[in-house]
Nanobody, 122 residues
Framework: QVQLVESGGGLVQPGGSLRLSCAAS????????MYWVRHRPGKALEWVSA????????YYTDSVKGRFTASRANVKNTLYLQMNSLSPEDTALYYC???????????????WGQGTQVTVSS
């Protein structure tokens, strides 16, 4: 069956870095756009990044531009999110998701992981 398993979350101090991973199985990873989505406390789900199937194009929400870098290794069926210069506002449950097409409507994403918690605090 389809699985997306996130890892790499944890507690980090402001200004620190974390690298999230999302291991995919059960579908043709290399055919899918892959997304990072986060759920901050008290806020709605928020799209963070979108990476095309080949990995050559990534879009970011404005609040993470210049600090976060999404990438993928199709040979490993894995999506990554390198997060630098973290702030408390980045505290959230981070999900990876897969969709056949590009779009910002979260309801269109076919596959979702269970999430990994990122907490930024001193």
């Amino acid at each position: 069956q389809v699985q997306l398993v996130e890892s790499g979350g944890g507690l980090v101090q402001p200004g620190g870095s974390l690298r999230l991973s999302c291991a995919a199985s059960g579908f043709t990873f290399s055919n899918y756009w892959m997304y990072w989505v986060r759920h901050r406390p008290g806020k709605a789900l928020e799209w963070v990044s979108a990476t095309n199937a080949g990995g050559g194009t990534t879009y970011y929400t404005d609040s993470v531009k210049g600090r976060f870098t999404a990438s993928r290794a199709n040979v490993k069926n894995t999506l990554y999110l390198q997060m630098n210069s973290l702030s408390p506002e980045d505290t959230a449950l981070y999900y990876c998701a897969g969709g056949r097409w590009y779009g910002l409507d979260l309801t269109d994403y076919e596959y979702w992981g269970q999430g990994t918690q990122v907490t930024v605090s001193s």
